[in-house]
């Protein structure tokens, strides 16, 4: 393997950028790439995030880039709007001395300012498979010059329905172009398109890169489901992560993990497709600035969010597929780096952790939830952003035993997540005075007198008798909300009632 750009036949000046990037030598995925692509050969790379493929498929279309040349000369296609913004942005920052352009289409941006940026001649369009062919509808994105083609992350694209739109979408390219196709997993589908729109493509596979890599430490946590919340509260404390990401299998779970966690102190955003563009740019803008603790995401963020010495990543839900498994934890141990990942896993859940083993070749170990003494000394320690963080509740967890409960077999599953009611608590509607006029029957009389005057005010009572012939009809029940005294249920009937009788009779049931 090549230990520098140089010997890879890379131009000083791209060299210059990405030095300045914090890129001294290149990785392996771009030591086998680079010199095909220079080759203008059509290429196939397997290999996981993270492992420097921007650069592999960037760097060469950046020298090979014509300056006479109107219009787009390469289309990079990327399945999430998040990685088309990234990937744009990391390969405006290699041409930083060169005269190359760029711009990023995606949903829910600017249409219009997206034609402009073609329009002043954008030599290489990054973008979602939907926006791109939208463009191209509208012919806005002339296809004619295009030379180069990147389809990125192929098998999320398949996952996530792009596939048609992609392969319409290379029907309108010119075909003498340079294809390259990256993806971590390679299904038939994808095969099948490599075979029919690539022109005898090299494939590079690089094996320990396919599967989660060693540098990630994989453990699980065998946990009740209504505990997880508590659970994952607890190994925050425990890890105190530099930054860390969360994810769900559903909206609705990452914004209830959010709430939880913010409720809680920690500094945390939420992160998934009902988000607007805006709101989801800044929130990777924050982590990657470190002023976030946390980010809760879905799937559907994993694949675009590109965040160097990412330290964590915390499956609070088992992935439904196993690829899933694979995309989300290579958010953590990039470019070399040590990472770790961590997998709530309840009873349900144990038979799919064991597929998710079998698929990427590798054991995730088990281990002991933290006990009350461990999380408390870790809160003590805590450095960094973490200083300051509360220590949790005592946990009623099988370390742990209550004082208040004289039976030892307290369990676990029986703690809840929610907050509990004190024992003190009465409904909103009970108030203090009605205990006191209860216990002081002696002033019932006296209180009576005026709460009737309210109470005719709901029911008829006629001064004086009226006889009536008919017979006795059936007796119905009513109830009367009094001031300060709640409800009271009295038998209503069109039979007349003397009104001395029907106070005493309030009276009465007052007093009883």
Known sequence: MNNNFIDLGVDPIIV?????????SPTNVQSRAIPHVL??????????TGSGKTGAFGIPMLQMMEADVIGPQALILTPTRELAVQVENDISLMSKYQTVTTTAVYGQHNINIEVDAIKKGASIVVGTPGRVFDHIQRRSLPTKAIRFLVLDEADRMLDMGFIDQVVKIIKTLPKNRVTMLFS??????IQRICQAYMNEATTIALESDTKTVD?????????????KRTQLDRLLKVEQPDSCLIFCNTRYAVDKVQAYLERKGYIVDAIHGANTQVSRMKTIDKIKKGALQIVVATDVAARGLHIDDLSLVINYDVPIEKDSYVHRIGRTGRAGNTGKAITLATADDIMSLYEIEEHVGSLIEETELPTDEQVREAVASATGKWVGVKPPKAHAGKDHKPSDHKSGDYKAKDHKTKDHRSRDYKPKEYKPVVQKVMEEKAKIVHVAEPIVEKVKEKIHVPSKAVHHKKAKPEIKVETVILPKLGPIEFRKSSEPVKKKKFIDKIKDMLVK
């Open 16 to 24: 210059k950028a990405i030095e300045e990037m914090g890129f001294e």
């Open 39 to 48: 080759n203008h050969q059509d290429l196939v790379v397997m290999s996981k």
């Open 184 to 189: 971590a997993t390679m299904p038939a589908e």
């Open 215 to 227: 540098a990630i430490l994989q453990l699980y946590y065998r946990v009740e489901a209504n505990e």
